[in-house]
């Protein structure tokens, strides 16, 4: 089989290795489409600080079992399944109370090891979430919408919410999606991408907002009132999204940081302190999320549809990074078909 290594930055090797051999304890899945995530483009770029090379990437995957080992139970050939790619050691204290996503040992598959940009993959089922009836395409999107969904909970209860993303990227907008799936009363998005804001008003989202025309404070006062908002998802992560929503909180807003920034942020710690702002970190997802996100796409609750912007045969995945560099405000999600 071909599998597909980051051996240094912008520099991808297609190896030859054979398909792995499973225990009577895993399954043997067939990979079938991978999505390139922001952090995949990070690792392209040498910028990514908690990894090393050379690692195969990929963790946003949708596959199909091929075989599973004969202690297996749950799974059969030919069915779809997607990944949740975190490796925990399920001894540490945020493993013991179900913080799997912090475990203080964890990796993750396609970062700190190896991933799905590969023909076949040999895995504990553990791991493996069924899709059965989903786009195989669309179950590679099962991993970002998990996040979406996990940054969104962890503001605890949207019932009456008023909920702001700042950020109309992948990420920001399916996080914006869940919130109104959760329940939210109001949402709105905000960027200064006016395409990715049209998608995102394509996806449903009432208030999509152009900040270069507006600031967020006032973009917030206009649209939500007095109650403004509740709830603000910082997708974006840069020095500049991040002041203005200091800037735009209320007091009691609950701020959640869910994009990854590259630099160190200065923070008013004083505005935090006296109107008794909530600053919360999130890290990718709990496996409830991964959940969340099979029904929703299942049900139809958000609008997936539209959102791949282009897929590429495997042997053009160096083309596909290109691609993106060549065009990241026009770029929702790419992805990879591995059979091709």
Excluded at 62 to 86: C, R
Excluded at 250 to 272: A, C, D, Q, W, Y
Aim: aromatic letters at 8%; a negative charge.
């Amino acid at each position: 089989m071909k599998k597909f290594v980051l051996s240094a930055p912008y520099t991808i090797e297609t190896e030859d290795a054979p398909i792995p051999e499973i225990t009577d304890d895993q399954v043997l899945l067939r990979i079938g489409y991978i999505g390139i995530c922001g952090s995949d483009i990070q690792m392209y770029h040498g910028l990514h600080k908690y990894m090393t090379y050379p690692v195969v990437i990929g963790h946003e995957v949708s596959a199909i079992v091929e075989k599973t080992g004969k202690n297996v139970s749950g799974y059969t050939s030919d069915e779809l399944v997607t990944v949740e790619p975190q490796v925990f050691c399920g001894e540490c204290w945020p493993c013991r109370i179900g913080r799997f996503n912090v475990c203080q040992r964890l990796r993750v598959m396609g970062v700190h090891q190896d991933g799905f940009a590969c023909e076949y993959f040999a895995i504990d089922p553990c791991y493996l979430h069924s899709c059965k009836g989903l786009d195989p395409r669309l179950a590679a999107l099962i991993e970002p919408l998990a996040v979406g969904i996990g940054s969104v909970k962890r503001a605890g209860s949207l019932a009456g919410q008023n909920v702001v993303v700042v950020g109309a990227g992948t990420i920001g907008n399916l996080a914006a999606q869940s919130a109104q799936a959760l329940g939210a009363a109001r949402v709105m998005v905000t960027d200064i991408n006016q395409k990715k804001l049209d998608y995102a008003k394509e996806c449903g989202i009432e208030y999509c907002v152009n900040t270069s025309a507006i600031s967020l404070p006032d973009a917030i006062d206009k649209y939500f009132g007095m109650q403004r908002a509740d709830v603000i998802v910082d997708c974006a992560a840069t020095r500049g999204s991040f002041a203005s929503i200091l800037q735009a909180a209320r007091p009691s807003s609950k701020i959640i940081v869910t994009g990854n920034f590259k630099v160190p942020v200065e923070i008013e710690m004083p505005v935090l302190q006296r109107q008794e702002i909530s600053l919360i970190g999130h890290m990718m997802y709990v496996r409830e999320d991964f959940a969340d996100a099979i029904r929703f796409a299942a049900n139809g609750d958000l609008k997936l549809d539209g959102f791949i912007t282009k897929v590429y045969p495997s042997d053009k995945l160096k083309e596909a990074f290109a691609f993106i560099d060549e065009n990241p405000d026009d770029v929702m999600k790419i992805v990879i078909s591995m059979q091709e």
